[in-house]
């Protein structure tokens, strides 16, 4: 008889995830079990349950990628982690581990990635099924809960800023400054940054001074652009956009130094509006940012471990998923909400 589990399953796009049982899934050769202690919830999964990107995933699924447990089961082959070891499962599930791009440490872009969540089920459930080659290692007194926003949110605005090129001593503007952009001030700082925190929100601005940024502009009030040009001295010579807005996204670019980079790791729908003669003249560079790779990761957990980086989190019960959901669409989240479901 198979044995079941709890998970939160997206049955219908659009429609309230389902809290049902679910086979617990049995490793096959060269994977693992990992049993879930916490898993974060983002954006990301938002869209996943709405459908709203070009491709889509099958339903029906199990979303999370912010997945942290103890490895409970291993199949045959595996060697790179043990039976009671603490990992991750995150967006980046899996590679070929062969083409061009896995081969120059680029496996974030790889034509045959998987994504936790997404095309293989993920955390919001009591046990995951993983690839053991691209699990996330969790250094030794890092709590579950505190790891994991930093396999997603934490890789991703540690990635973004250093695509920004932004060297010790300069300034990067951070534009939304909630689940993404309160790590990003962090991990900033960490790296001899002058920090320009950007948002809407007068009470999340007030959070990232206390974290570190030395300029806060509210961009409601006047042309946040010129605001930060004012106070950076020419613009940022690096720009990390965090807001799932297309308006942040249009702000950022007049945001940027000369010759500086933007770089964009929100995912809004809709077209990117880029003024090409700004663009053009000012030699500015536009880059997209996907997450990170493994290597990346290590780094991102390591700044955690040591304690130079910390989510701020709102711990909830996995039966919670579809209030967070909508809080999350209306906003109503101030930093990461992270689901608990197991204790050890």
């Not at 605005?157 to 689940?179: N, Q, R």
């Amino acid at each position: 008889m198979t044995r079941k589990m709890q998970a939160a399953v997206v049955e219908q796009f659009g429609k309230p995830l389902v809290l049902r049982e679910w086979d617990i899934p049995t490793p096959g050769p060269g994977q693992i079990v990992v049993k879930t202690e916490a898993c974060g919830v983002c954006h990301t999964d938002l869209h996943a349950a709405h459908g709203d990107w070009p491709l889509k995933p099958t339903l029906p699924f199990i979303p999370g990628h912010e997945g942290i447990g103890l490895v409970v089961a291993v199949g045959a082959g595996v060697s790179a982690v043990k039976e009671g070891e603490r990992v991750g499962v995150p967006w980046l599930y899996s590679a070929c581990g062969h083409c061009e791009y896995c081969l120059s440490a680029w496996e974030t872009v790889c034509a045959q990635a998987q994504f936790g969540g997404y095309t293989r089920n993920g955390g919001f459930a009591e046990f995951i099924l993983a690839d053991p080659n691209y699990v996330a290692h969790v250094p030794a007194g890092l709590a579950a809960k505190e790891a994991a926003p930093i396999i997603c949110a934490g890789i991703t605005t540690y990635k973004g800023i250093k695509e920004s090129a932004a060297k010790p001593g300069e300034w990067i503007a951070i534009s939304g400054v909630g689940g993404l952009g309160h790590l990003a001030v962090q991990y900033a700082k960490v790296m001899g940054l002058h920090v320009c925190a950007v948002d809407i929100d007068d009470g999340k601005l007030a959070h990232a001074k206390r974290l570190g940024a030395d300029v806060v502009i509210n961009a409601k009030h006047g042309d946040p652009a010129q605001a930060v040009k004012k106070a950076t001295d020419g613009g940022a010579h690096g720009v990390l956009i965090t807001a799932p807005s297309l308006i942040a996204f249009k702000q950022g670019v007049g945001m940027t130094r000369k010759r500086g980079t933007c770089v964009l790791v929100g995912l809004p729908p809709g077209e990117f509006p880029t003024p090409l003669f700004d663009v053009v003249a000012n030699c500015i560079t536009i880059r997209g940012s996907f997450v990170g790779t493994r290597r990346d990761m290590a780094e991102a957990l390591g700044f955690a471990a040591e304690g130079k980086v910390k989510a701020d989190i709102e711990l909830q019960p996995l039966a919670s998923i579809n209030d967070v959901f909508n809080r999350l669409e209306h906003g109503d989240v101030p930093s990461r909400v992270v689901l608990e479901l197991a204790s050890h």
